[in-house]
Structure formats: C-alpha cells, structure tokens
C-alpha cells in the first residue's frame, strides 16, 4: 500500500515524473504479488515512447481492475479514463512546450507554469484515484488497514523529487527572467 498523502505529496514535487516511478512500483507490487513474468522497469520506461505508453497505461490499469473484480471487491478503476487522462496530461505538456523557439515573456512564462501545473494536479487526481482502489485491495489481501501501513522514500524516488524540485525552480526562474 502507499499513502495518498505520499502520492499527492512525491505528485507535485516531482512535477509529475512520479506517476513513471508509481507505474514501476505498482506493476514491481503486481509481479511480485502474483507471480507472473512482468519487467517493472521497462513498464514505467514504456512512458517514453509516444502512443505506445498510452497502451502500457490501459494495461496497468486494466490488470488491477482485474484483480479487484476476482476478489469481488468494487472498483472505480477505468483504463479508458485512465488513458484518456494520460492523453490530455500529454496534450497539456505539448501545449506547455510549444513556443517554438522565440522569446518568451513573463506572460507566455506564467501561462506555460499554469499548464505544467494543472496537468500536474490531473496526474495527481489521477493516481490518488487508483491508488485508493489499490490499497483498498491491498487491504483485503493482507488485512492490514492503510493508516497502519508506513511507507519509506526509497532512493528512485528521493531522485526523481530532486529532478522535479529543479523543474519547479527552473519554471520559477523562467517566470522572472522572461522579457
């Protein structure tokens, strides 16, 4: 189980390059619980590669939609919502990145920061949303309750935090020293 506290908090910092690193710590989680032959590195790196990623995501999610229903538990858990999301996350990116080489001023700056930062807070919405499904069936697989779960920072995520905090000073910086 990780704690939604956990989530929204690694979320921002990492402005949003977490969800990569949950895609490899959960889909670590689904190998290890069940045996089956799954590459969690190569999951969370399928992210790097256009429109394939979008279908890595739909089978994360369906799997985990899957294992909720063999157990007869409920499940919000929708891998077309889920890929939908992803597309507009990445739509939002490209619209963030897209000045096309010319100056940017402190409003193009500002406008592009407002972008990063609601595709950031979707991504979060977004892995809250499934990570409660999953520690709800975490829950019922081990009968531990998520508040008594406790959850370390492990040195894939104190790394990505740092690349995201350098993110958010870099898009801060931008801000002021547009023209």
């Known amino acids: 189980m990780i704690p939604l506290g956990h989530i929204l908090l690694m979320s921002i910092i990492s402005y949003g ?4 690193y949950w ?5 670590k989680h689904y190998r290890d619980h069940t045996g089956e032959e799954a590459f969690p590195y190569w999951h969370a790196m399928t992210q790097l590669v256009p429109v394939y990623s979008y279908f890595r995501v739909h089978a ?3 799997v985990f939609a899957e ?3 063999k157990e007869k538990l409920p499940t919000t858990i929708s ?5 939908i999301t992803s597309i507009g996350i990445g739509s939002l990116g490209s619209i963030s990145l897209g000045n096309g080489g010319e100056i940017i001023t402190q409003r193009m700056a500002i406008s592009m920061a407002l972008v990063d930062t609601f595709a950031v807070a979707i991504l979060a919405w977004l892995l809250l949303h499934v990570q409660a499904n999953l520690n709800s069936y ?3 697989i081990s009968g531990v309750k998520p508040l008594d779960t406790k959850f370390r920072l492990g040195y894939g995520a104190a790394a990505i935090a740092v690349i995201g905090v350098l993110a958010w000073v870099h898009t801060i910086t931008t ?3 547009a023209v």
Do not use: D, K, Q
């Open 23 to 27: 895609l490899f710590l959960t889909w």
């Open 60 to 62: 994360h999610m369906r």
């Open 67 to 69: 294992l909720m229903r």
């Open 138 to 140: 975490w829950s019922h």
């Open 175 to 177: 801000i002021f020293n």
């Open 17 to 20: 390059i977490y969800f990569a």
């Open 79 to 83: 891998p077309g919502w889920a890929v």
